[in-house]
C-alpha cells in the first residue's frame, strides 16, 4: 500500500483555463480505482472514495489494541514531522526578521 495517492488533472491554455480529470494513480505512478463515480443529476459527476476501506476492529480484543497503537504511533511520526516544521518555520522568520533589521549597505 502507498503513502499517497495523487488525482491527476489536465489544465488547458485557455484563457479561462479549466481542469479535466484524467485518472487516480497510487505513489507509484499506476492508474487505480479509487472510488465510484456518481451522477449528481444536475450535469456534475463525483468521484465518491470511502473514507475507510476496513471496518474498525472490535473494542476489547487483540486485533482492536493493535489497531489503537499503529494508529498512536502514525499520530507520534505526524505529530513529530510537524513539530519539526513548525521549528524550521520559526528559525526562518526568525533570520528573516534580522536580515530586515539589518541597515542596508551602501551600494
Given at each position: ?80 514531522w510537524l513539530k519539526e516544521r ?22
Amino acid at each position: 500500500m502507498s503513502d499517497y495517492i495523487d488525482i491527476v488533472f489536465a489544465k488547458s491554455d485557455d484563457p479561462n483555463p479549466d481542469f479535466r480529470f484524467v485518472e487516480v494513480e497510487d505513489a507509484s505512478g499506476h492508474s487505480i480505482n479509487a472510488g465510484e463515480w456518481i451522477d449528481r443529476g444536475n450535469g456534475l459527476w463525483a468521484l465518491r472514495v470511502q473514507m475507510c476501506a476496513a471496518p474498525f476492529p472490535e473494542a476489547g480484543t487483540t486485533e482492536y489494541g493493535s489497531w489503537i497503537l499503529r494508529a498512536k504511533d502514525d499520530a507520534d511520526q505526524c505529530f513529530s514531522w510537524l513539530k519539526e516544521r513548525f521549528k524550521w518555520c520559526c528559525r526562518f522568520e526568525q533570520n528573516l526578521r534580522e536580515l530586515a533589521a539589518r541597515p542596508k549597505e551602501p551600494s
